[in-house]
């Protein structure tokens, strides 16, 4: 065993040597003494702005890259280049429809680039040197984008955007229905999934005829950087996709002054709303998730069930927007003992191999001070974590604490509304709520579900037909998985995954996310003739 592990690393080794001149970094040896560099990318060329940013290493603080930080006086090219696409894009089904079977083809090189194990071992470390997970969750992360890609490869961009034909009311008469790009678009993603959520939209973006301008969090947007050279190598126009690092109010110059059609927003509420407004509701948005578990009342598979609350609670250090938020346990399970079956697999979780690990966007303090917060409900305990992992490097500028759980007791949840709101509070990291609840209080769950402003995810475990059936209608997020093996943490390609409620709410990874995100219904009415001799043209 030990000789086959040391011939794959071998093999990986001569592999990452092998990549194509597309790859211009090594993801393995960047370092402060070996910084990577970061450009920015418009009218097909990759250039620099005055000034650039260190990037601190989540894991040691090093700064280990340099991303560009433009200012607002160097954004002109950005807004001339978009303002340059027409509002019927660079195609649509009747302009330069070729481009549907180019971006099938682009699909098919991208998949098998993907493929090569040298190029998915690349991605994957490159994924988690920025967005730190273990191995094994980064590379499903590339694993889903190559999925994706084998998926829309041949004709499947163009069977995406099919058109629809109805008889008219006459001979000659008949309406059609397109689906119409919007043309200059802005496309925001977040950084706990650097590769797959930018990669997904971006595809559907270019798929419908659209030009986006693609920004990712700039600590982590050189992984995107490389996937769009790895497209440009597969042969997608230099012109198609201009991208740019930095911060996001520079950004949000740029869409403002090019008047974009659109624009796709992943990531916080609140700057989701921002965006909304400065846009003039120009958006789509993937925004926050305070998603929910529901335990029923039939036990059964105890030990999947636990490892796979564990898994949607602390993955990732917690740091997904489908992660699980608030575990409702019915009595039943309690008894069974599933607190302390978490409990004992969150132990295990180690810096040692990235099952736990830093966190981008929440302090240590500032986690562990909400942990303070809501344990001064009364009746609420900590059931587990609540400390800061011992023997890290994690700069301060990051979060690090171990995976932690508090009981809040559900009769206290809907008491006042300052404790609603913290109890709902979205922590972006590896803590989540349980609460207890009987037969007689799935009415207060299901209130409670009903008060929540984020619909994204949710879960309801259980194979009881009558439970899960009222659950489901009596809920509306977006992505909801129902029966014993019911998770909430799940993008993959083969399903829309998306929230509910909102008319803003975007999809991402199917054909039909694609047409509702990234496309607007156009009807043409051809009415040719002939007109029938003898037809009073009688004026009303």
């Known amino acids: 065993m030990w000789t086959r592990a040391l011939q794959r690393q071998c093999n990986l080794a001569q592999g990452r040597r092998s990549l194509g001149s597309w790859a211009n970094l090594d993801a393995v040896k960047m370092s402060e003494a070996n910084p990577a560099q970061a450009y920015n990318l418009v009218n097909g060329n990759w250039h620099l702005p005055a000034k650039s940013k260190s990037i601190p290493d989540p894991y040691n603080g090093e700064k280990f890259v340099q991303v560009p930080d433009p200012q607002a006086s160097e954004v002109g090219e950005f807004v001339k280049s978009l303002k340059a696409v027409p509002k019927t894009g660079l195609h649509n089904p009747l302009k330069n429809p070729e481009r549907y079977n180019m971006y099938g083809d682009i699909c098919s090189k991208a998949a098998m680039e993907l493929r090569k194990p040298e190029v998915a071992d690349f991605f994957a470390h490159l994924v988690k040197r920025f967005s730190p997970k273990s191995y094994t969750q980064a590379l499903a992360e590339v694993k889903i984008t190559q999925r994706f890609l084998e998926n829309f490869s041949g004709d499947s961009v163009r069977l995406t955007a099919r058109s629809f034909g109805q008889a008219g009311d006459h001979a000659g008469q008949q309406s059609n229905g397109y689906r119409w790009p919007f043309g200059p678009v802005g496309l925001i993603t977040p950084f706990n999934f650097p590769l797959e959520i930018p990669a997904l939209q971006l595809m559907g973006a270019l798929f419908m005829g659209n030009k986006p301008l693609l920004h990712v969090d700039h600590r982590v947007s050189l992984v995107v950087e490389m996937f769009v050279r790895m497209l440009h190598h597969c042969g997608m126009p230099l012109n198609d996709v201009d991208l ?35 846009l003039k509701g120009k958006v789509f948005l993937e925004d926050a998730g305070f998603d929910w578990k529901v335990l029923g009342p039939d036990v059964s598979n105890i030990d999947y069930v636990s490892w796979v609350c564990d898994q949607d609670a602390y993955a990732c250090s917690g740091q997904k927007c489908s992660a699980q938020s608030i575990l409702f346990m019915h009595t039943n399970w309690v008894r069974a003992g599933i607190e302390d079956r978490i409990k004992s697999l969150a132990a295990k979780r180690s810096l040692k191999n990235d099952t736990i690990g830093p966190v981008i966007t929440w302090t240590t303090e500032a986690m562990l001070a909400h942990v303070d917060k809501l344990l001064q409900i009364p009746g609420a305990r900590l059931a587990f974590g609540g400390k800061e992992l011992e023997g890290h490097t994690v700069p301060k500028v990051y979060g690090a604490i171990q995976p932690t759980a508090v009981f809040v007791p559900l009769k206290e949840m809907l008491k006042d509304e300052d404790t609603f709101k913290t109890v709902t509070t979205e922590v972006f990291g590896p803590l989540q709520v349980l609460t207890e609840y009987n037969d007689g209080e799935v009415d207060t769950v299901l209130q409670i579900t009903e008060k929540m402003h984020a619909h994204l995810t949710a879960a309801i475990v259980s194979n009881d037909a009558l439970f899960v059936q009222k659950m489901l209608a009596n809920t509306v997020n977006g992505t909801t998985y ?59």
Do not use: M, Y
């Not at 911060?247 to 916080?268: H, P, Y």
């Open 244 to 278: 740019i690092h930095g911060n996001g109010k520079v950004v949000g110059d740029i869409l403002k002054k090019a008047e974009v059609r659109s624009t796709l927003f992943t990531g916080s509420a609140k700057v989701a709303e921002i965006l909304a407004q400065e």
């Open 482 to 540: 129902a029966g014993i093996r019911a998770r909430c943490t799940g993008a993959p390609q083969n399903h829309w995954f998306g929230p509910a409620g909102d008319p803003r709410g975007a999809g991402i990874g199917t054909p039909e996310a694609i047409r509702l995100v990234w496309s607007c219904h156009r009807e043409i009415i051809h009415d040719n003739g002939p007109i029938p001799e003898g037809t009073a043209l009688t004026q009303t």
